[in-house]
Nanobody, 125 residues
Framework: QVQLVESGGGSAQVGGSLRLSCASS???????MAWFRQGSGKKREGVARINPDGVSTVYADSVKGRFTISRDNDKNTLYLDMNNLKREDTGMYYCAAVDLGGQCGPFASQFFHEWGQGTQVTVSS
């Protein structure tokens, strides 16, 4: 079973940037991977998803143009570059993965089987 460990969270000011990383204990080359987040009192929501070869990406409307998801399959690492941060980006960010044999399925939390423990992002003015 693959283990996912997020890092890079912390505090940032409005308009600032952070880079999240997610390291996998095993090869996730064939895994569909994504970032989800959950704010206080809110439901977990999908932020960005990337297909196994890194070519196809999907973003939540709220982060389009500001966040970039990428992956390095040689390093078994997933990234999320977050720019022009807003207060509403505050929350716990989770890395998630699912092995669908080289494809991605629906972009919803119930379709991802492997989860990291999360890393907190706090944006303040």
């Amino acid at each position: 079973q693959v283990q996912l460990v997020e890092s890079g969270g912390g505090s940032a000011q409005v308009g600032g940037s952070l880079r999240l990383s997610c390291a996998s204990s095993l090869s996730t080359r064939m895994y569909c991977m994504a970032w989800f987040r959950q704010g206080s009192g809110k439901k977990r929501e999908g932020v960005a998803r990337i297909n196994p070869d890194g070519v196809s990406t999907v973003y939540a409307d709220s982060v389009k143009g500001r966040f970039t998801i990428s992956r390095d399959n040689d390093k078994n690492t997933l990234y999320l570059d977050m720019n022009n941060l807003k207060r509403e980006d505050t929350g716990m960010y989770y890395c998630a993965a699912v092995d669908l044999g080289g494809q991605c399925g629906p972009f919803a939390s119930q379709f991802f089987h492997e989860w990291g423990q999360g890393t907190q992002v706090t944006v303040s003015s």
